[in-house]
Each structure stands twice: as structure tokens, then as C-alpha cells.
């Protein structure tokens, strides 16, 4: 399966945005947005001043990709089953994204992002509804229960991140049980619940050239 392997913070620089792919990185004074804020490469600043309509639209798509942690065929195929829905594509898009395992391991607080969250599920620490579950492209829905099984809870790694999930802040949609690390579904996940700067609509017309 592919995968990007590049730096995680170049992709943050070439969309001009934190994304918050490196956890605690992207707030402290190491972050390369902060350093240097340009994009990547000897003509990085001719580029942005040059870009136009389907520009914009490509580099939205890419900045929302990466901000979940998504690669094209598997987005393409969110956005072919978002616009197959009633409602708005756009809105549907994210919509679905957000109920994706990983991402609402990342929105539990129970990971330092969403790269974090994938690598943690891949290994096996959670259950859906008390069963094994490794799939982080696996799509919730409401009434879903994730914990972290018993036997990972000792473990110094995830020790750590439920002792810092404290004070994090939780999307209104899931309910969150820290004290024994667990969290369930209760709602689904509204456009207004995604805080990242998202033009939705620049998407579906890219896709609906």
C-alpha cells in the first residue's frame, strides 16, 4: 500500500498552513511554519503568486488531504460516495472523513496526531464495541464505542497520552470517558464541529470538472 514517507512538516510548508501533523511540534518554536513560512523550493513564492482558479482548487484538495493523513485514490473515492449522497458533496466529504477510525482516535485526545493515531490502531491497542479493531479507514457510526484494550493500558506510551488527553478539547459529537479510557459516538460529526480552514466547495468543483 502506498504511503508518503517525506517530511511531515513540508507539507504544512507547501500548503502555507499548520496542519498539526507532528503533535506537540507544531506548538512549540521548532516548527518550520514558524522558521520558515515559505513554500518549499527555489521558486516556491513565484508559484503562489502565479496560481489560479484550478489552481486554488488543487491546493485545497491537497490541503485537506493531508491534514487527515489521505492519499488520492482513497479521497477520491470519499468524495465519489459523499456526492452519491442526499445533501451537500462538499459537506458530506467531511462529514465522512471525520468518522474515520483514526480520526476519532486523534479527536478523542488519545493521540498527539492523526499519523499517531494511524501507527496505534494499526498495532492493535483499540476495540470497537469490545471487539479487535485495526483498520484505521474504518468508519464509525453513532452508537460505536472505542477503548484502548486492557492489556495495551500499562503500556508507558499510551500511559502518557491518556494522563495528557486531560484538558484537551472534544468534539460535542463524541462523549469521552478518560478515566477509563474510552469514548463513544453520539452524534454525527456537523460541518461547524470541524475547526480547520476547509473551503469545501473548491473541492467538489475540481472533482466536478
Known amino acids: 500500500m502506498a504511503k508518503y514517507t517525506g517530511p511531515a512538516c513540508r507539507q504544512c510548508r507547501r500548503e502555507g498552513v499548520k496542519m498539526f501533523l507532528k503533535g506537540d511540534r507544531c506548538f512549540s518554536e521548532k516548527c518550520p511554519i514558524t522558521r520558515r513560512g515559505k513554500i518549499p523550493g527555489q521558486h516556491g513564492v513565484a508559484r503562489a503568486k502565479m496560481m489560479k482558479e484550478y489552481g486554488l482548487q488543487l491546493r485545497e484538495k491537497q490541503k485537506t488531504k493531508r491534514y487527515y493523513g489521505i492519499l488520492e485514490t482513497q479521497f477520491h473515492n470519499y468524495y465519489e460516495k459523499a456526492d452519491a449522497q442526499e445533501g451537500m458533496s462538499g459537506v458530506n466529504l467531511l462529514v465522512m472523513i471525520e468518522r474515520r477510525f483514526d480520526n476519532v482516535v486523534y479527536r478523542m485526545g488519545l493521540a498527539e496526531s492523526r499519523r499517531d493515531a494511524r501507527q496505534l490502531v494499526r498495532h492493535g491497542h483499540f476495540t470497537v464495541n469490545g471487539n479487535n479493531a485495526n483498520i484505521p479507514s474504518m468508519l464509525l457510526k453513532v452508537g460505536d464505542e472505542i477503548a484502548i484494550k486492557e492489556s495495551k493500558k500499562d503500556l508507558p506510551k499510551i500511559k502518557s497520552l491518556i494522563e495528557r488527553s486531560e484538558g484537551k478539547l472534544i468534539p460535542k459529537w463524541i462523549e469521552v470517558d478518560k478515566e477509563n479510557a ?18 469545501e466547495q473548491l473541492i467538489v468543483e475540481l472533482y466536478s470538472k
Open 182 to 199: 474510552k469514548g463513544k459516538i453520539i452524534a454525527m460529526p456537523q460541518r461547524e464541529d470541524i475547526d480547520f480552514d476547509i473551503d
